[in-house]
Nanobody, 125 residues
Framework: VQLQASGGGSVQPGGSLRLSCAAS????????VGWFRQVQGKEREPVAA????????FYVNSVRGRFTISRDNAKNTVVLQMNNLKPEDTAVYFC???????????????????WGQGTQVTVSS
């Protein structure tokens, strides 16, 4: 699976951004997919993820209710809609994919082994 992320940019607090991840490869439609973010000097953290069908999703507490992850397996795309953005959302965002084994989200996130390049999101007034 190859992944290509896009859609980052700069926005004021309270604004919205939509990140997209275009995937190639047959395994995409059976893979779990997710978005991670990383601030310079800190560890990469998971933000949101969804299972192979998009029927079950995970969100880190800090973004729940503001971010929505969705996927379109027919178009091989994953979208992260980010609303009510806050300065602390500023980071480089990465999309990722990996086996959907039906295990815990912790295990699923750790198993993600395909990564796209990062896209910068900056939230500042």
């Amino acid at each position: 699976v190859q992944l290509q992320a896009s859609g980052g940019g700069s926005v004021q607090p309270g604004g919205s951004l939509r990140l997209s991840c275009a995937a190639s490869g047959r395994a995409f439609s059976t893979s779990a997919v997710g978005w991670f973010r990383q601030v310079q000097g800190k560890e990469r953290e998971p933000v949101a993820a969804t299972n192979w069908s998009g029927s079950i999703s995970f969100y880190v507490n800090s973004v729940r209710g503001r971010f929505t992850i969705s996927r379109d397996n027919a178009k091989n795309t994953v979208v992260l809609q980010m609303n009510n953005l806050k300065p602390e959302d500023t980071a480089v965002y990465f999309c990722a994919a990996g086996p959907d084994s039906g295990n815990s989200w912790l295990d699923t996130l750790k198993a993600m082994n395909y990564w796209g390049q990062g896209t910068q999101v900056t939230v500042s007034s």
